[in-house]
């Protein structure tokens, strides 16, 4: 067997079965139509708010600005002058409201444009008379404004804005900030409670495709009726499935135990009775074949979860070449960067690899030369560690690919020379699948069979 290490891998694109799925979670989903609607319908509640509550605040706040421009005018009108000057100083100092004569040259802005503004400057003209003026600002100096005449003379009335109300845009602002963020932590609670029963029974589907049943149980005692029978349901299902796993993991190790006994009596015998030497090598490997094929079905029979930990792939693919270098039928490229780790059982992961390259020396080999070349090659993308093993082969028919991880099934004739029992693929696929891993084949450009592992970066 030859082995090489080039420097470099070849980069491409990664197949889109093997690149890491991305999508919106349920929770995000949930949260934002949620949130959506809930954000939706304050802001119709808002402008409903808004139109019914307008023309009561225009009367009201108008009333209290005729109110007090009727006041002054009085008071002022029925005063003498000294008594006039200390009267406008103490409504300046007591209530703000500041009165000075209006002068033709004055530069005023009407009050604002907007619905509330209108109907207070209507409202003022109704009480005070068409000549009564409303501005915002006069002369450069803001406030609420009122123009108003006494004996023909003309006044300004100034006041405090907070007359008519605070200001309708920070507090519709400030309304709609404060409803925003309640609406959005009700909808992220209400999403995560919706979500809590899902996130547990994906959780439990995994640790059951994995194997441990035990953790994959579901609570039973839950308030909700519906979520509560899924959950009795699943429990039940796990149950049976763990038993049946059980029954089988027996069936099988009984099985294989009766079987090797009277396989070992067999080589023995053979070993002693035979006398012609080929008949005696043929029979061994017979029985060798045998004992192997048992060994196969405890492999993937075996029901024990499996350690993560992060393991080095440099060392488990020289540990898995190291058994097959005496090979003269095989020529080996590894294409792996230095220090690469992934999170996987370490003799698992070597049971992995070296069943790959078995498989390729068996049914890879090119047809001119009788030599299977095997490439591994692996490179690492975001979170996870791509591995492929493949060979130059005469390959497989594409419809034939999904059929070779089924246990007990067999290829075509190009690819089963040797036999076998079916099931190594099958057991490296479940064996990937316990390690939180993704397993697949494909036909390659040159016209080989590609394996191609994902497992996580350590």
Do not use: C
């Not at 109110?67 to 009108?77: G, I, P, Q």
């Amino acid at each position: 067997m030859d082995q090489t290490h080039p420097a470099t891998l070849e980069t491409g694109p990664a197949p889109l079965d093997m690149r890491p799925r991305r999508g919106v979670s349920l929770f995000w989903r949930t949260f934002f139509f949620l949130a959506l609607l809930l954000l939706g319908s304050i802001v119709a509640w808002l402008q409903t708010f808004r139109s019914l509550e307008s023309e009561p605040r225009a009367i009201q706040s108008a009333q209290q600005l005729a109110s007090l421009v009727n006041l002054s005018r009085a008071a002022l009108r029925y005063s003498d002058a000294i008594a006039r000057v200390t009267l406008i100083k103490t409504l300046a100092e007591e209530e703000h409201v500041r009165i000075t004569t209006r002068e033709p040259e004055d530069v005023f802005q009407l009050f604002e444009k907007h619905d509330l503004g209108d109907l207070i400057s209507e409202e003022l003209k109704s009480r005070l008379g068409d000549s009564t003026v409303v501005a915002s600002a006069v002369n450069g100096k803001s406030g609420v404004w009122v123009g108003f005449s006494i004996d023909g003379d003309a006044y300004w009335l100034l006041t405090d804005p907070s007359k008519v109300g605070p200001s309708r845009k920070s507090t519709w602002i400030i309304w709609l900030i404060i409803a925003a963020v309640l609406s959005l932590a009700g909808a992220a609670f209400i999403a995560r409670l919706i979500n809590k029963p899902l996130r547990e029974l994906s959780f439990a589907t995994s640790r059951m495709r994995d194997g441990d049943f035990d953790a994959s149980r579901l609570d039973e005692k839950v308030a909700t009726s519906e979520i509560r029978e899924v959950n009795i349901g699943f429990n039940r299902m796990a149950a049976q499935l763990s038993k049946v796993e059980q029954d089988r993991v027996v069936m099988l190790a009984g099985i294989s135990h009766d079987l090797r006994t009277p396989l070992a009596r067999l080589r023995l015998e053979t070993e002693m009775s035979v006398a012609d030497e080929d008949a005696r090598a043929h029979m061994a490997a017979d029985i060798s074949q045998l004992d192997a094929i048992i060994d196969k079905f405890l492999d993937y029979a075996r029901l024990d979860p499996v350690r993560l930990e992060p393991v080095s792939l440099n060392a488990v693919v020289d540990a898995a070449l190291y058994g097959v270098e005496e090979y003269d039928d095989m020529h080996i490229t590894v294409t792996i960067a230095d220090d690469l780790r992934v999170l996987a059982d370490e003799i698992e992961l070597l049971r992995v690899i070296s069943n790959l390259i078995e498989n390729a020396r068996r049914y890879g080999k090119t047809p001119e030369t009788g030599i299977a070349r095997v490439d591994i090659a692996a490179r690492t993308r975001d979170q996870w560690v791509l591995i492929k093993v493949s060979d130059h082969g005469l390959g497989v028919a594409p419809d034939m690919l999904p059929k070779l991880t089924r246990p007990f099934f067999r290829g075509d004739a190009a690819r089963t020379a040797a036999t076998g029992a079916g099931l190594g693929l099958a057991i490296v696929e479940k064996t990937i699948q316990r390690m939180g891993g993704v397993f697949d084949l494909a036909n390659t450009s040159s016209g080989g069979l590609v394996a191609r592992i994902k497992l996580r970066r350590s």
